[in-house]
């Protein structure tokens, strides 16, 4: 059986039968023709279909003529796939100039498909499975969606020919589950380059790229997908742009599989989910994954020696920054804490570790210490000094451990003041105004600001100050106060 159909401008055929079959018969369908074709369409060794106008296809495509089906050489045409699921299958790779996809329905391909025209794909999926869809059209604007993606397998690919320095859109994506992650590509040059991109939405250790095998300065690599990026032809660089979702629970820096996954140098942007590979060359291995980096910490405090009741504050400080992280504070005495920086006092004397532990958002953890020395509050001080200068006990000095401040006043005998002042500590060279004082006994009077703010009321020793400028040493003595 012999099936010839020539269709001239404007005419109209419809196929009613659910099978179309070209035993190997030379069709043309001229510009401004129409062919629908209800069922599926077989066409055989020598069968070849020269569309200048618009073939409608709702069931099956077959061809195993090495001629591609649909070939080239006049106006270019448009295929048509309007059926609910549609396989595109043969022995021989099946050819169009544009291809439009209708419906929601999925589109397979059982065998490769050339696109020199446009991929039109609508709202429909382009599932490639381990083919290949080239589209040999260098237009960047070549391949248009709506909300229809390519989906491969393993092996297959969505091919695209580029001959400029514009930006080309890769929309792959996968259906088992639903995911949509795009990349672009940017090529360097206006070369003759041809660029092959893949959706894996699979962990990629189901083919053979282990998550567990990674650089120790990445902490986890996305489990759900991963993008096969290659450059089939050409030799210069790309900018690559790979879309996570904002719900992937890894989405950081992209990695590539070397011997394991390596960290790259890939910045965000320039989409709020997105990250870029600037002018990569490196497809040695075309696999790259979203990663999370391994996190460093570590702990700065206001101080590392205080008082009870005195404030510190400790800042986590995480390399390398970003936003999201949680911080969980274990401060040695059995509290908690959260957040960062933090501020807090210890109400007893002693040694604490503090220990941060730092979680990022896709769940790597580090961990930091910092101890903090709480120190008993007393006072150190010496009852006698001689301020002779020959170097020997020469000043007067209270060491005032472990409060905020310390007010004092020194008076002679008689009751005048003869200095005052205030700090951390009490220190007195046995003058007034400038003029050495005379030998003999003095009163102190102290008053200690704790830490916690609270003022012990002045007190008066019961022995007095001796200045004596011929005593070279001294006896002191301790009051410990509470």
Known sequence: MRNLLLV?????????????????????????????????????????????????????IQNDDPGQLFVGGGAAGT???????????????????????????????????YIDGQLELGDAELRTQTYKAMVRNPDPLAITRQNGFVSSDQGGYLERWTDRTATYLFPVGGHTPLRYRPALLTPSSGAPHRWAVRLANVDPTSENLPRSQRSPTLCEINPLYYHYVDRLAGADAATITLTYDPADPIKGPIAQWKTQWEPTPAAGGPGPTEWTLASWSDFSTPNFAFSALALTS?????????????????????????????????????????GSPISLSYAEPGEYEVTLIVTSPEGCQDTATYRLIVRETALYIFNTFSPNGDGINDVWQVSAQGFRQVRWRIYDRWGLLITEGQGSQIRWDGTKQGQPCAEGAYIYLIELEKADGTVEKPCRHADPLTLNPLLKRERPFTLAMG
């Open 79 to 113: 295929l048509v796939l309007q059926g609910g699921f549609q396989t595109l299958r043969g022995t021989q790779p099946i050819r169009t100039d544009t291809i439009r996809l209708v419906g929601v329905g999925p589109k397979v391909l059982a065998t490769d498909l």
């Open 298 to 338: 570590q702990i700065t405090a206001s101080a590392d020696t205080l008082a009870p009741g005195e404030p510190v504050q400790l800042t986590a400080l995480v390399a390398p920054p970003q936003p999201g992280f949680t911080y969980t504070w274990l401060l040695g005495d059995g509290r908690t804490a959260t």
């Open 8 to 60: 001239s401008l404007g005419a109209e055929l419809l196929w009613a039968q659910p099978l179309a079959v070209n035993t190997g018969v030379p069709l043309r369908l001229e510009p401004g023709g129409v062919v629908w074709c209800e069922g599926s369409w077989l066409n055989g060794v020598g069968g070849t279909f020269q569309n200048s106008g618009t073939v409608y296809i709702s069931g099956d």
